[in-house]
Every structure is written in C-alpha cells, then in structure tokens.
C-alpha cells in the first residue's frame, strides 16, 4: 500500500504556537489603540471589547487553524489579558504600565469601579465577558 505524506503539514504544537503568536500581538495591539483612543476621548466605548474578542479569535483562527478546546480557550484567555491591559493604559496611562507599584491601585481602583451597582458598570461588565465569550467562540475552527 503506497502512503502519501503531506510534508507541507505543520504540527499541531507549531499551529497552536502560531496561534499564541498571532493572538498575542493582536491582543497588545488592540489593548493599546483602545487604551489610548479612551483616554483622549475620555469615553468608555463598551461595545468595542466584543469587536475585540472576535479580532482576537479570528487571528488565532486564521493562524492557529485548531478545532480542539485549546484553542477557544486561548483566545478567552488572550481577550481578557486585552480588556485588562487596555482598561490599564485607560486608567493610568501607558507610562505606567512598567511602575509595578500601581498594580495594587489599579486592582483596588478596577474592583471599585466594577463591581459597583449601577447601571453603568453592570453593563459594562457584560459588555467585557461578550467579549471574552466571542474571544472563546471564533478562535477555532470548528
């Protein structure tokens, strides 16, 4: 019986290492444009952390080419990583991203502000767990 190999194919270690990879600057990428566009513009645009999970999923998609749970689970986590670094440079600027002292403010200030019992802040942490859903869902092929 005569076997045909595919040496074109890449392994599923090196597609999911493209898919960390591609994820990974689209998630810095987009967590710095909307950190500073919401710092400028002194608006939080909630509904961009769902445009932000798909951008993120589809990179890992188109990247990573994985049908297994790993790759969903990548991009939830990659989509997180994103609304928290852009809800950083929101708060507190990108010049402070490296002064390890404002962690610990940032986390009392982001617990305060979210978890808070408006209106406001339930919706906008909906808006960010969209997002981290639709980061889950479009990450794979599936």
Excluded: W
């Amino acid at each position: 019986m005569l076997k045909v190999f595919n040496t074109d194919a890449i392994s599923r270690n090196t597609r999911f290492f493209r898919g960390l990879i591609a994820g990974f600057i689209t998630a810095v990428l987009l967590a710095i444009v909307y950190g500073f566009l919401s710092r400028f513009i002194v608006v939080e645009f909630s509904m961009a952390f769902i445009g932000m999970g798909y951008l993120i999923g589809m990179a890992i998609q188109r990247f990573g080419r994985g049908v297994k749970l790993q790759f969903s689970i990548l991009g939830a986590v990659l989509t997180l990583f994103c609304i928290l670094l852009s809800d950083f440079i929101y708060f507190f600027g990108f010049e402070n991203l490296t002064a390890f002292s404002f962690y610990p403010t940032f986390l009392v200030h982001y617990l305060r502000v979210f978890l808070r019992v408006d209106l406001n802040s339930i919706l906008s942490t909906l808006f960010r767990l969209g997002g981290i859903y639709a980061g889950y869902i479009y990450s794979r092929i599936v």
